[in-house]
């Protein structure tokens, strides 16, 4: 009988240990995953409806924060540039220095380097809402050789966008610099949750596009580190309870 109690003893005192060590570790992961997103992303508030589409006015996105060297083409990038607006503005990267950027190709389409770009992200309604546009990449034609180390943006909503299209006159042809960017998008948070896709028209320039941000692995450590808490203070409750009815005497009816 006093064997059967020091083993029921240990295992208790095992079953205490790792559940004590379950919770630190979950606690660890659970903070460890907040604060490295808190370091990594910036929540920003989507302004306008030049982005639709992709993401709509007054939507809430995880922006990763980037130097302008890590921009590649493709990217939704939040910037600041004081010829554009003393506030954030976020835009999609179509060329970046060196790019020749034109519209339209034959079939509406815009070209970089001569390539005509698939973009199935762009919203062909009219900026009055009126019905679809003539469905072409920009109803403005242009043709753009971008300068090192700037920045050819356009909106996806290519009908309501004050984009680089609209600084074209200017020097540098409407281009930004890239040290004015901030952040790149990498996810949306509210109203609804998803990542955004890197588009594949871009991949086959050179540089291809840019790879998602640590958000996925920072989530996953925050849901696991939950689950581990939850887990390891649950065991104590949960073995005492069926310690309990394993000592209780069986009753005869």
Request: hydrophobic content about 40%; some cysteine.
């Amino acid at each position: 009988m006093g064997g059967s109690e020091r083993v029921t003893g240990g295992r208790g005192r095992l079953g205490n240990v790792l559940s004590g060590l379950a919770v630190a570790i979950g606690f660890a992961l659970f903070l460890g995953g907040f604060v490295w997103g808190a370091l990594v992303y910036r929540p920003y508030t989507i302004p306008t409806d030049s982005m639709m589409p992709t993401v709509q006015p007054g939507d809430r996105v995880l922006a990763e924060r980037i130097s302008g060297g890590e921009v590649r083409r493709g990217d939704v990038v939040i910037f600041t540039d004081s010829v554009w607006s003393n506030a954030p503005m976020v835009k999609r990267v179509v060329g970046i220095g060196g790019d020749t950027v034109r519209c339209c190709a034959q079939g509406g389409r815009l070209t970089v380097n001569g390539k005509e770009l698939d973009e199935p992200y762009i919203d062909d309604i009219k900026a009055d809402g009126s019905g679809k546009d003539s469905g072409m990449a920009s109803e403005t034609p242009f043709e753009v050789k971008v300068p090192e180390g700037k920045l050819f943006l356009l909106g996806d909503r290519r009908a309501a966008s004050l984009d680089s299209r609209a600084h074209l006159q200017e020097a540098g042809q409407g281009t930004v610099d890239r040290s004015a960017v901030s952040a790149r998008v990498d996810a949306r948070a509210w109203p609804s949750a998803e990542m955004l896709e890197r588009p594949r028209a871009y991949a086959g320039l050179p540089g291809g596009v840019s790879e998602p941000g640590p958000l996925r692995i920072q989530l996953m450590a925050v849901v696991a580190g939950a689950v581990l808490v939850v887990a390891g203070a649950a065991h104590g409750p949960v073995a005492r309870r069926f310690g309990r009815a394993g000592r209780e005497p069986a009753r005869v009816g």
